[in-house]
């Protein structure tokens, strides 16, 4: 059974960095695509971020474009997100995802299995 652990979370003021990270045990992260979704309160959860594993094509929402990047280290199966810039809308807890299927999809039934959400707070 895959477990997929976040952490890197935190409270950081705007402008600020941190960077995600998604660690999975039991099983490797495989071939398939794995993403990162966050959900803040009283909002529906929301695709961020997603990298493949042959081509490492990635897909960015636009509300993060330009500030995060994803990325991926198979030989320690684990996915990592870089978050810049950050403003106070991007509180929330993220969440990372595996795919049950090699393309990337902003469709949260298109992912097997969850990590438990690590949460980032943006504040001044």
């Known amino acids: 059974q895959l477990q997929l652990v976040e952490s890197g979370g935190g409270l950081v003021q705007p402008g600020g960095s941190l960077r995600l990270s998604c660690a999975a045990s039991g099983l490797t992260l495989g071939s398939f695509a794995i993403g990162w979704f966050r959900q803040a309160p009283g909002k529906e959860r929301e695709a961020v971020s997603c990298i493949t594993n042959s081509d490492a094509s990635t897909y960015y929402a636009d509300s993060v474009k330009g500030r995060f990047t994803i990325s991926r280290d198979n030989a320690k199966s684990t996915v990592y997100l870089q978050m810049n810039s950050l403003k106070p809308e991007d509180t929330a807890i993220y969440y990372c995802?595996?795919?049950?299927?090699?393309?990337?999809?902003?469709?949260?039934?298109?992912?097997?299995?969850w990590g438990q959400g690590t949460q980032v707070t943006v504040t001044s």
């Open positions: 995802a595996k795919s049950w299927y090699l393309y990337c999809s902003g469709d949260g039934s298109h992912y097997r299995y």
